[in-house]
């Protein structure tokens, strides 16, 4: 948890917890920040259940069981190994029954009605090479800070998609343990 002790410019008020896992960066943020809406996204049914479960006594955190994509589609989770901590998605090919929905960051904005986001942490297992490969504009330019762990090697060519979209944002950009931080100018 010594990676999400991370000290903020603002009081945010929107906080995108994207690959929310079991809500523990949620849970952080909802008790440092309880005025903040707090948006956990999850694509995995059993750290969703928990996600739920941790958060429940929490009205500020929002669960959301879907995958963060660059656009609307389904998808599934694939599990290399390493358990429920490094489970990835991918498309859904065809014939693959699924009812994992894709969201985007925009889409999010949308439908919780947000015009700017404060805090978004991403933590999605490589899905940060689609995340990043387009349709970002729209949140990416309206985002205080954002809090990433790139994952090369789930997913070859992510970090690069990544340092491709974020060169034409202003953003100063350091490191805090696995994570980088990206705050805006």
Request: glycine content about 10%; proline content about 4%.
């Amino acid at each position: 948890m010594g990676e999400y002790d991370i000290s903020f410019p603002f009081i945010p008020r929107t906080i995108i917890d994207g690959g929310g896992n079991i809500g523990l960066f949620s849970l952080l943020m909802a008790n440092r920040f309880p005025e903040a809406l707090i948006i956990g996204i999850e694509p995995d049914d059993g750290n969703f259940l928990q996600f739920i479960k941790n958060t429940e006594q929490y009205p500020n955190v929002t669960p959301v069981k879907a995958g963060i994509w660059n656009k609307s589609c389904f998808l599934q989770v694939i599990d290399d190994g390493y358990g429920h901590y490094g489970l990835q998605v991918t498309e859904a090919n065809e014939g693959i029954k699924t009812d994992l929905k894709a969201i985007t960051i925009g889409e999010l904005m949308d439908q919780f009605n947000l015009e700017n986001l404060d805090i978004v942490k991403l933590d999605v297992e490589g899905a940060e090479a689609m995340i990043f490969h387009d349709n970002y504009d729209k949140w990416l330019s309206r985002t205080k800070m954002l809090i990433i762990e790139l994952h090369e090697g789930c997913w070859p060519g992510s970090s690069a998609n990544f340092e491709l979209a974020i060169k034409n944002y202003p953003f100063n950009r350091r490191k805090n343990g696995e994570f980088l931080i990206f705050t805006r100018n």
